[in-house]
């Protein structure tokens, strides 16, 4: 649920940004990808095709208005989670 996204946030265990997201997933630290669905179709080509190689999971359902609020920032297109506890219950 996208409500768990905040105790995530607070708790250090999300990371924005696609050069970071996708730093991340080089790295294989990234277990889900929360991508808004008003992200540029470059962006989300860029991310998806990165997690589809790299076999991370990317939710598109929601908007970047809606993501941005549940983390307290603004204008926040995509983020990834770096727990494998949070991405669960965030999926």
């Known amino acids: ?47 998806n095709d990165k997690a589809k190689t790299y076999e991370t999971k990317v939710i598109e359902t929601y908007d970047s208005q809606t993501i941005s609020i549940s983390i307290g920032k603004s204008n926040i297109k995509v983020i990834g989670i770096t727990d494998e506890g949070f991405s669960k219950i965030i999926d």
């Open 1 to 47: 649920m996208i409500k768990n996204l905040g105790l995530a946030f607070r708790a250090g265990k999300v990371v924005s940004g696609t050069d970071t997201v996708i730093e991340k997933l080089r790295k294989k630290q990234l277990y889900l990808i929360l991508l808004a669905s008003d992200a540029s179709d470059n962006t989300k080509k860029k991310i």
